[in-house]
């Protein structure tokens, strides 16, 4: 697992990365009571805005942590949001992206380094 | 930036797990491990308790020793009927400005001898610099040695009824001054969530032992400020700063109720607080734009600024936002703010902008839950 300054996880599946948020993030951020999907099949750019989730304390953007296309969404978090609070790095990820180079993941923090960046 | 106040019952949240955030000027528990969600939920069901120690606590005397002294010079300051405000009971005020926009939001209790005021955090300076200069025959005086504590939910009777004897027979707007070991409590049966409940202020040597009493009854869990704000907005209360300011009048926040009868025209006492002028006109022709309470579709929370259109594309903005997030109550989003009376009324459906598109949202009447107040 890898992990962005801005808390996401990258899990790499396949040819695929699977991208959530961590479950510090999801501590930090309070109740989820509203996540809002990327659409399937889109092509992003690093830094896009691809999901939004709502807390019940604020909105806030989940970035594209690199170039590539959305292959797949995760529906169960968009019905059931509270599924991020209660399983953030498992069956609260948001969408799967297939990227060029699976080597970019190298320039992400590990398991280490992000403790390390919330202590 | 001045350094954030602490509270005094600090330790206690900190001991409880709360989170502590700045606000009004105050380092105050936004929640405590439950969080925010599960907070709100315990409150409906069972009781909370809520540190409001940042509220600011006034005395008002006249110097006959009269509290109706008091009143009759307190409604130069704002537009309630105090005249007709017994001992042992409190009622809603707000602080008007010459242009009848809203100062500030207030309770006002008769002590018989004297008025007992809670004001905003927020505007607790700027309340006593009010008072200081509108009332110069009064003495002003703020307490600083005591805390506030609210206890709020259909357990709340019960809670406190367990340490203060009594308490079960006070109704809504009661206010009481009983002894719990030794110390005077200032008890009124009001609060912000749109529960029963009661707010007592007790002496700081005291504080922390109450709080402790009360935690220890069954049922009774610490809210923190984020549920508070959720509880208040699903009881349609508004929020100083958010959905009152010095713009905005009594009238058109809904509040025209707090406008006494006998302060309107014809009135005995009609006039004789700042901005009646505009009041007065505002409540026979009606006001340019009301506070309304609004039910966006779907599941994504409308938050305070988005922008209000009366159509799905084009037009300017027909209103904004004030308060808004998600009702665990009602498990959907919920928010209240101000459009043109035109589109004022409940079902009218409007359009919130929210990240750049337009989403539907219909206006709906204020609560979105009945209060279930002891009348």
Known sequence: ?119 | MAEARELPLKGLHLRLGAKMVPFAGWEMPVQYAAGVLREHLHCRAATGLFDVSHMGQVILRAPSGRAADAAAALEALVPADLLSLSEGRQRYAVFTNAAGGIEDDLMVANRGDHLFLIVNAGRAAADLALLRAGLPGLAVEPVADRALLALQGPGAEAALGALVPGVAGMRFMDVARPRWQGAELWISRSGYTGEDGFEVSVPLARALALAEALLAREGVLPIGLGARDSLRLEAGLPLYGHDLDPATSPVEAGLEWSVGRVRRAGGARAGGFPGAARIAAELAAGPARRRVGLLPEGRAPMREGVALFAEPAGGAAAGAVTSGGFAPSLDRPVAMGYVAAALAGAGRPLWGEVRGRRQPVAVAPLPFRPSTYKR
């Open chain 1, 1 to 119: 697992m890898k992990y962005t300054e801005d808390h996401e996880w990258l899990r790499v599946e396949g040819d695929l990365v699977v991208v959530g948020i961590t479950d510090y993030a999801a501590k930090e951020l309070g109740d989820i009571v509203f996540v809002e999907l990327p659409e399937p099949e889109a092509m992003v750019a690093k830094g896009d805005e691809v999901v939004v989730i709502e807390s019940v304390k604020a909105a806030s953007d989940i970035l594209a942590p690199l170039d590539g296309e959305i292959v797949a969404v995760n529906e169960a978090v968009a019905k059931n949001p509270a599924l991020v609070n209660e399983d953030a790095t498992g069956e609260g990820w948001f969408f799967k992206m297939r990227i060029d180079d699976l080597a970019a993941l190298d320039d992400f923090m590990d398991e280490d380094e992000y403790a390390e960046h919330i202590a």
